[in-house]
């Protein structure tokens, strides 16, 4: 990953402003009477690539290590979006990809037979009883996306769920 991606979803994640070549991040907080809400952009060349919002509480807190005030947020809900806008290229599923690193997810953006799909590395143990040893396998699951948006939480329960099948289109299932 280059440093580029890793600094920009870094800042992305922890909602901090960042800017550098073909890279934004911005960050907005607004604040009404019943809650408050966050929402952090990234920009890939000026198209909106991905997007967090959060709507929750803010707090004050003192740093551990410093005893100096500092602003926190409870998140009562939060809501990721993700969209390559029409450019399948290998930089935008570069940062794609580090924003989906950051975010703790466990699948990636990838492209198979000119077509962007989800990938997932599905790791096995297994314990061969002739030799007596133990030994681990993996294959590959995978989502096809027939639209360049998608919610990464609702790729995630795809994938957990047990109805899973590879190959699927993640954008023509209605629930889950």
Avoid at 21 to 40: D, H, K, P, W
Avoid at 94 to 106: F, K, S, T
């Amino acid at each position: 990953m280059r440093k580029i991606t890793k600094e920009s979803s870094e800042a992305f994640v922890n909602f901090k402003q960042y800017k550098k070549s073909n890279t934004e991040v911005e960050f907005s907080i607004s604040i009404n009477e019943l809650y408050r809400v966050r929402v952090a952009k990234f920009y890939l060349h000026g198209n909106l690539i991905a997007e967090i919002v959060q709507t929750g509480n803010s707090f004050q807190d003192k740093d551990p290590e410093t005893s100096l005030p500092v602003l926190g947020f409870d998140v009562d809900h939060q809501s990721v979006k993700i969209d390559l806008c029409g450019w399948h290229t290998p930089t935008t599923r570069e940062r794609i990809n580090g924003i989906l690193e950051a975010l703790g997810y466990d699948f990636r953006i990838a492209q198979r037979n000119h077509e962007q799909v989800l990938v997932r590395m599905k790791n096995e143990n297994q314990h061969c009883y002739v030799t007596d040893s133990d030994f681990s396998y993996s294959w590959e699951q995978e989502l096809k996306l027939s639209n360049d948006s998608f919610d990464p939480e609702f790729a995630k329960k795809v994938f957990e769920s047990s109805e899973f099948v590879s190959g699927t289109d993640l954008n023509a299932i209605a629930d889950f």
